[in-house]
């Protein structure tokens, strides 16, 4: 459950980043990349996701992900491949000891912000 | 030219209206352009052509949390203090472990500690019955500990000079892994009543840590657990990491434990 941290962490880095950027606007789209190896489980995520930014400037924002697969280095042969599993052993030579190059990254790419008019709620009358 | 109004640009002002219809039909609203004032109830508004800004954020989700740790891992290499972060999963034997530690050596190095867990001060109770001060932190419904956290307990414990920090995390071998805590060292304790392919089912917990003790080896007569086996099992996610096997009950092995940490 440790997505709600990263949800929490993701809100409060948006909201300061949303304050800064001085303008008022509302949050469209938020773009991140998670990488394969960074111990995320997007299922948990996206059920989280809901709940926790219900009421916030995220509630109507477009989560997008770009996944960052997995890729290494071989410390005793020096050859570069793809990761799925952290213990998977280097195709070339059998080692573990491998230095990964890619797809721990946990970072926020972008917000768009759009200035949609709130439309003033006018008094309703029904016919 | 601005083809709803023939502005020059995003300036224009539009006036609008929702029309009296009920609610069921609001979902697509209804926008009209009108001459302003031309009837009751008719509101004005600001540009419907959204004005869309980019911002490159490119931030580290867990910034605030690393540069939390990194004000921690500075506090403790100023005093020369050893900070260790303890993980497992829970009933592992982290308390009885850190017991029998400060019971052993309280006399010759001060050790202060930070207990997580999501619930009671048990375990500060049971440290504080050996004399080492310890601060408990309740996650409640958090499954790990995070910088701040250790931060607060440190600013409150006020660990001295060449002294040893325990941090004990809350017991789960998959949360706390991503959270730098500023510790110097991270130690997994594993018990032998665990499965022995543990290593590959949590493999991020074993990647970051330098030490795994494996605790409770004073039952292995009695149990089918093969120590060989999770050695490979943990090499195979983190070469370089080193064991030790002890028994926080029987006391053995607490020697090799007792040098590793310098003492």
């Known amino acids: 459950m440790h997505e709600l941290s990263i949800i929490q962490s993701i809100l409060e880095a948006t909201t300061n980043a949303v304050q800064q950027n001085g303008k008022p606007g509302t949050v469209e789209t938020i773009e991140i990349e998670i990488g394969e190896l960074a111990g995320i489980e997007w299922s948990t995520l996206e059920f989280l996701w809901p709940a926790a930014v219900g009421d916030t400037l995220l509630a109507d924002a477009t989560l997008q992900v770009r996944w960052v697969p997995g890729k290494a280095v071989c410390s005793d042969c020096s050859s570069s491949f793809d990761v799925r599993r952290l213990y998977d052993p280097c195709p070339g030579c059998g080692s573990h000891l491998l230095q990964i190059t890619q797809g721990e990254e946990l970072r926020i790419k972008s917000l768009t912000l759009v200035d949609k008019p709130t439309v003033a709620k006018a008094p309703l009358r029904w016919n | 030219m601005c083809a709803t109004c023939g ?221 060989q086996a999770l050695k490979e099992y943990a090499r195979q996610v983190n070469p370089q990491i080193n064991f030790i096997e002890v028994s926080a009950t029987s006391g053995q092995g607490m020697e090799t434990w007792y040098a590793w940490l310098g003492l």
């Not at chain 2, 009671?120 to 001060?133: F, K």
């Not at chain 2, 032998?192 to 074993?206: N, Q």
């Open chain 2, 7 to 227: 502005c020059s640009g995003n300036e224009h002002k539009l006036t609008a209206f929702l029309a009296m219809k009920k609610p069921e039909a609001l979902t697509g609203l209804t926008v009209a352009t009108l001459p302003p004032g031309a009837r009751p109830g008719v509101q004005s508004f600001a540009p419907d052509t959204p004005v869309k800004t980019v911002i490159e954020l490119e931030r580290d989700i867990l910034e605030k949390n690393n540069r939390m740790a990194e004000r921690n891992r500075g506090f403790f290499e100023a005093r020369n203090i050893l900070a260790i972060n303890l993980v497992s999963s829970p009933g592992s034997g982290k308390t009885a472990l850190l017991e029998r530690t400060l019971a052993d050596l309280g006399a010759r190095r001060q050790f202060f500690v930070v207990e997580g867990d999501q619930q009671t001060a048990r375990d500060a109770e049971r440290i504080a019955a050996g004399g080492a001060p310890v601060v408990q932190i309740n996650t409640g419904k958090g499954c790990h500990l995070e910088a701040h956290m250790v931060h607060q307990a440190i600013r409150q414990l006020q660990p001295t000079t060449d002294s040893i920090v325990f941090i004990e995390n809350v017991g789960n071998l998959v949360c706390p892994s991503m959270f730098d805590l500023g510790e110097g060292r991270r130690v997994i304790v594993i018990s032998v009543t665990e499965g022995e392919d543990k290593p590959v089912k949590y493999p991020d917990m074993f990647r970051s840590a330098q030490l795994c003790v494996i605790n409770k080896v004073d039952l292995l007569p009695y149990l089918k657990f093969d120590v």
